[in-house]
Each structure stands twice: as C-alpha cells, then as structure tokens.
C-alpha cells in the first residue's frame, strides 16, 4: 500500500510556480477569503489557506461575518472584494449558512476573480474544456494522480458526491483524462455496488467513514477528499484504517487532498494576477 501524501505533490508544485513569482517583482500578489458562519470544513481552510500564503509571500485578507448575517450584507462585501484592485483572488468558502443564498451569491463574483472556480461562467469554460478556473480541490485529486504516476485512462473512476466544488468537477476532469466515469451520491441505491467497481475512488461525500474496506475492491487507488470532525478529531470520508489493507494507494486525511488544495490555491491566485 503506498500512502499518497500531500506535501511532496505540494512542495513540487510551489517549487515550479516560486520561479515564475519571482519574475513578477516587488508587486504583491494577494488573495481574499469569504468566510460565514461556523462550518468546521471552512474554518480549517481559512486557517490553513493563510498560513501558507502569508508563507508564500502572498497579500491575504480574510473577510469573517457571524452566522447571524444577512445574505445582502454578505453580497455587498463580496462586491467590495471585486471593486479592490489590490485583491486579484477571491475565494468565498462553502457552505454558507442556510439563509445564504449562494447560487445568488456567487454569480456576484467576478469570474476574472473566481479561483476556486464557482461561477456559472467558469464552470461552463471548465465543463466545456475551455480552460477557466476549476475547482482547487478537483486540481488537487488530478495533481496526486499525475505525481504519483496513477494513470487514469481506461481506468473506473467511481466519484462518491455530486458537489459544485468537488464531485461534479472531479467527475468532469477525470473524464477529460480519458477515465470511465460513475457517478454516485446519497441517494444512490447500494452505493457500495458501485464503489466496489471503482478502479479509482474518489470520496466526496462530507460523511466521516462513509466508504468501508468492504466497499472496495482489492487493490484500488481510495482519493479521500472528506474533511469532517469526529470526536474532536479530522477525519475524512474513508474507514482509512481498514481500507488502507484492500486498496493499493490511499491519501491521509489530514495530510492528502486538503494540503494540495492550498497549493492549488496559490497557482490559482497567480493566474488571477497575471491575467
Ligand atoms: N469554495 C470552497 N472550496 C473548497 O475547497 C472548500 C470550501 N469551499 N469549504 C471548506 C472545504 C474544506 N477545505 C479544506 C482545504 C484544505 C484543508 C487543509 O489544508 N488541510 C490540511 C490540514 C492539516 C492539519 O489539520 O494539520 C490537510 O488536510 O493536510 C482543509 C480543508 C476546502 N474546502
């Protein structure tokens, strides 16, 4: 069983985008987080987002509103982030509180500033191989993939979740990446039926545990993107500890998926500015 760590796809990629930073000069790079409400998921990113910005050399402002907000309130400080020249990134976290309408939201966000990818406009370039920006944590699957040398071609690819950020873009690029792609989600009848046919599974359901060993089959590559409090504790979508005995590579949570997110982050505030 080889463990697909993170940190070495991570520290690859902020190695080649260092050197095309360093050309750009004096100029501050910055990037902006959106951040409502108390969802555990969210807070962690915010966290960790910072920190390695702020490491990178990046700007980084984080706009915090209570829970209590109101959804206009929440759009008007969206479109302050877009008026500000200084700010080239814009990255409003999921999910929002419920009285959030985030369809509404986030087709107020400039897509020249969307780089996690979230606006009707990038998700069509995105669907359509067009280019735009794609979801960071849908790049961060395809980066451990191609590092650790996983083909993907002529591969099952089994997607547990069907979200805008992650279930529905991994689906689409490892299509692109010339994958057999299923589909499934929380209303799918005997998931375990499909999952265990995945030659490659990728959880993204945000339920801790969800994909048990029995779920499987017998040396499949497991991409864990779940990141959920259980006890107190992080863990992520996939029973690690017993399907770290069927399958022949798996990602960590933490430590996987979510610590190339950030990276992913950081190339995509890059391509904002220089755009
Ligand atoms: N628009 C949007 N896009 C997202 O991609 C998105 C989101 N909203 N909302 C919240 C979730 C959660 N998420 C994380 C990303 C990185 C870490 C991360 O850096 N994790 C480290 C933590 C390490 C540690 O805990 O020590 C790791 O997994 O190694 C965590 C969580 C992205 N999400």
């Given at each position: 069983m080889i463990e697909l760590r993170g940190k070495a796809v991570a520290d690859a990629h902020k190695e080649a985008l260092q050197d095309k930073i360093a050309a750009v000069g004096d100029a501050v790079i910055t990037m902006a987080v959106l951040l409502v409400g108390s969802d555990h998921g969210a807070h962690m990113y915010a966290t960790f987002m910072e920190k390695t910005a702020k490491n990178f050399g990046y700007g980084f402002v984080l706009r915090e509103l209570p829970e209590t907000v109101s959804h206009d309130e929440v759009v008007t400080a969206l479109r302050e982030l877009n008026?500000?020249?200084?700010?080239?990134?814009?990255?409003?976290?999921?999910?929002?509180?419920?009285?959030?309408?985030?369809?509404v939201l986030i087709d107020a966000l400039d897509p020249k500033k969307d780089i996690d990818g979230l606006t009707t406009y990038n998700i069509g370039l995105v669907t359509a191989g067009k280019g735009g920006f794609a979801?960071?944590?849908?790049?961060?699957?395809?980066?451990?993939?191609?590092?650790?040398?996983?083909?993907?071609?002529?591969?099952?690819?089994?997607?547990?979740?069907?979200?805008?950020?992650?279930?529905?873009?991994?689906?689409?690029?490892?299509?692109?990446?010339?994958?057999?792609?299923?589909?499934?989600?929380?209303?799918?009848?005997?998931l375990a039926n499909y999952v265990k046919q995945g030659d490659i599974v990728i959880a993204a359901a945000g339920r801790p545990h969800m994909i048990t060993a029995d779920m499987i089959k017998p040396g499949a590559v497991v991409i864990d993107v779940g990141i959920n409090e259980l006890n107190g504790k992080t863990v992520g979508d996939v029973d690690y500890d017993a399907v770290k005995e069927i399958a022949s590579a798996i990602t960590p949570v933490p430590g996987g998926v979510g610590s190339v997110t950030t990276t992913m982050m950081l190339e995509a505030v890059y391509e904002a500015y220089h755009a």
């Open positions: 008026d500000d020249d200084t700010v080239h990134g814009i990255l409003p976290l999921m999910p929002m509180p419920k009285h959030i309408d985030t369809e979801p960071c944590t849908a790049k961060a699957c395809m980066a451990i993939l191609d590092h650790y040398g996983i083909p993907v071609e002529g591969k099952h690819v089994v997607v547990v979740g069907r979200s805008q950020v992650i279930g529905k873009p991994v689906a689409f690029m490892t299509l692109a990446a010339h994958g057999t792609v299923t589909i499934c989600h929380s209303r799918t009848p005997d």
